[in-house]
Structures are given as structure tokens and as C-alpha cells.
């Protein structure tokens, strides 16, 4: 059974930092390239982060470049999101994505909820 479990998210003063889990398994972690999204009350899902399946390449959203990174762990199955400077803008549900390489097998976890306010 596939499952990817975000953990992490919280309240958290503008400024602050947080750092985002996902935990996968069920397929086998190390050939999907993993992402993060986001999706804010009234808004579309937003792109914020991705990594490559072995690590090598990270790319990020405009909005979050230079405040988050995104890290993973093959052998712990893990991928994470630090995020620094937080603003109230970043306030939404944060969503884990693993998407395989040369498939169309996309898995989505259930969310997390981030919150930036004083």
C-alpha cells in the first residue's frame, strides 16, 4: 500500500522556521523524483519544491527561493522541506508528491497544515 505521511506543520510566528517530513513507502522511493506543493485557502496549487531521485538536482518555486530547502533520504525513505523567513503568505496546506521516473505513477500525501501569523 502506498503511503506518503507529511508531519511537521504547525503555527508558527512570521519570521519563524519550520521543517517538513514525508514519509514514504509502499513503492520504491529511490526511483521517484519528490516535490513539495502547497495550496492556500481560495488559491491553486502551488508549486514550492522538487528534488531528484538520487538527490542531485533541487529546483524551487519563485516565491520560496532562497528560504526553503529541499532534502531527501533514500535509505530512510524521507524527504524533507526546511523553511526560514516564514511570511503569512506561506500559510496553506503543504502537499508531498512522488513522481516516478519514465511512469505516470504520481502518489500524493494527505497534507499538512502550515500556519504563519503573530
Known amino acids: 500500500q502506498v503511503q506518503l505521511v507529511e508531519s511537521g506543520g504547525g503555527l508558527v510566528q512570521p519570521g519563524g522556521s519550520l521543517r517538513l517530513s514525508c514519509a514514504a513507502s509502499?513503492?520504491?522511493?529511490?526511483?521517484?523524483?519528490m516535490k513539495w506543493y502547497r495550496q492556500a485557502p481560495g488559491k491553486e496549487r502551488e508549486y514550492v519544491a522538487g528534488?531528484?531521485?538520487?538527490?542531485?538536482?533541487?529546483s524551487y518555486g519563485d516565491s520560496v527561493k532562497g528560504r526553503f530547502t529541499i532534502s531527501r533520504d533514500n535509505r530512510r525513505r524521507t524527504v524533507s522541506l526546511q523553511m526560514n523567513r516564514l511570511t503569512v503568505e506561506d500559510t496553506a496546506i503543504y502537499y508531498c508528491?512522488?513522481?516516478?521516473?519514465?511512469?505516470?505513477?504520481?502518489?500524493w500525501g494527505q497534507g499538512t497544515q502550515v500556519t504563519v501569523s503573530s
Open positions: 508528491k512522488a513522481e516516478g521516473l519514465g511512469s505516470t505513477n504520481e502518489y
Open positions: 509502499g513503492f520504491t522511493f529511490h526511483y521517484y523524483v
Open positions: 528534488v531528484t531521485s538520487d538527490g542531485g538536482r533541487k
